[in-house]
Nanobody, 119 residues
Framework: QVQLVESGGGLVQAGGSLRLSCVVSGSGFVITLMAWYRQFPGKQRELVASISSGGGTNYADSVKGRFAISRNNADNTVYLQMNSLKPEDTAVYYC?????????????WGQGTHVTVSS
């Protein structure tokens, strides 16, 4: 069906950068909205950034000016460029995509990639 696999997470010092990638695989689907979420320990998953099929983007206030989401529709990938990272950005980051499969649109999730920012 539809599978999402994230990569690019790791350990970085405050002020550094990371680039997360998410590859969507499968068959018979059309991706619409793509997004990155993150989850802090003991907290609910929250939206970091989203990007529409037309390229429109939306960011959480906490990451505006520091993060940039982009997508490559040719190979079904979405990226999150993370600059000026802060310790409070430490979380598990999840890739999300809304995909149409057999005329049904539903969200799909990756397994998550860890991002740790040291002070």
């Amino acid at each position: 069906q539809v599978q999402l696999v994230e990569s690019g997470g790791g350990l970085v010092q405050a002020g550094g950068s990371l680039r997360l990638s998410c590859v969507v695989s499968g068959s018979g689907f059309v991706i619409t909205l793509m997004a990155w979420y993150r989850q802090f320990p003991g907290k609910q998953r929250e939206l970091v950034a989203s990007i529409s099929s037309g390229g429109g983007t939306n960011y959480a206030d906490s990451v505006k000016g520091r993060f940039a989401i982009s997508r490559n529709n040719a190979d079904n990938t979405v990226y999150l460029q993370m600059n000026s990272l802060k310790p409070e950005d430490t979380a598990v980051y999840y890739c999300n995509a809304y995909a149409m499969v057999r005329l049904v649109v539903r969200p799909y999730w990756g397994q998550g990639t860890h991002v740790t920012v040291s002070s």
